[in-house]
């Protein structure tokens, strides 16, 4: 493998990394967008700037194998990232803002998403409470009346925490 192979592989790694981290600054870069679509255009990509030179598909997996500790799957899994990097910052992008009409109602869709995202979570914590409630008694059952009387005081606790943080929710 070449010096220039080699160092074309590196910049195409740190390129995706860059692209990760700050989407925003490669959303009027179209040649790089294109070249993130497919692994047959991200081996074709070049940018003399960046030291990032085309191979063929078959080339850069092997080479990447060999030099990058992550092999060509870590490097496609960046590209993948990088790709939803892009599609987020352009969406936010074109989002509007807030005084607009078209912006107060995607604002409106964020936080109506945002707010099924936290119910779900919560649904999901409930039940997990209730899994440990079920556990619990099961141990306190099996144990001694020292356990026993522990464990209903306990739960008599973690019922009455459990309702003043959800009050629709009895466990």
């Given at each position: 493998?070449?010096?220039?192979?080699?160092?074309?592989?590196?910049a195409?790694?740190?390129?995706?990394?860059?692209?990760?981290?700050?989407?925003?600054a490669?959303?009027?870069?179209k040649?790089?967008?294109?070249?993130?679509?497919?692994?047959?255009?991200?081996?074709?990509?070049?940018?003399?700037?960046?030291?990032?030179?085309p191979?063929?598909?078959n080339?850069?997996?092997?080479?990447?194998?060999?030099?990058?500790?992550?092999?060509?799957?870590g490097?496609d899994?960046?590209?993948?990232?990088?790709l939803?990097?892009?599609?987020?910052?352009?969406?936010?992008?074109?989002?509007?803002?807030?005084?607009?009409?078209?912006?107060?109602?995607?604002?409106?869709?964020e936080?109506?998403?945002?707010?099924?995202?936290?119910?779900?979570?919560?649904?999901?914590?409930?039940?997990?409470?209730?899994?440990?409630?079920?556990i619990a008694?099961?141990?306190?059952?099996?144990?001694?009346?020292?356990?026993?009387?522990?464990y209903?005081?306990?739960?008599?606790?973690?019922?009455?925490?459990?309702?003043?943080?959800?009050?629709?929710?009895?466990?």
């Amino acid at each position: 493998m070449s010096n220039t192979r080699i160092k074309s592989i590196q910049a195409l790694e740190t390129l995706l990394l860059n692209i990760v981290n700050d989407p925003k600054a490669f959303l009027k870069e179209k040649g790089c967008i294109a070249a993130l679509k497919s692994q047959r255009k991200l081996s074709a990509y070049q940018n003399d700037d960046l030291a990032i030179y085309p191979c063929a598909l078959n080339t850069l997996k092997a080479n990447a194998d060999q030099l990058l500790s992550r092999g060509y799957s870590g490097l496609d899994g960046l590209r993948l990232h990088a790709l939803e990097a892009i599609e987020s910052a352009k969406q936010i992008e074109t989002r509007g803002n807030k005084t607009t009409k078209k912006g107060a109602i995607n604002l409106l869709k964020e936080k109506e998403a945002e707010i099924v995202l936290l119910q779900q979570q919560n649904m999901h914590l409930v039940l997990i409470c209730q899994e440990l409630k079920r556990i619990a008694h099961t141990y306190a059952s099996s144990g001694d009346e020292k356990i026993q009387a522990l464990y209903k005081k306990d739960m008599k606790r973690i019922n009455s925490l459990l309702s003043l943080s959800h009050p629709t929710h009895t466990l």
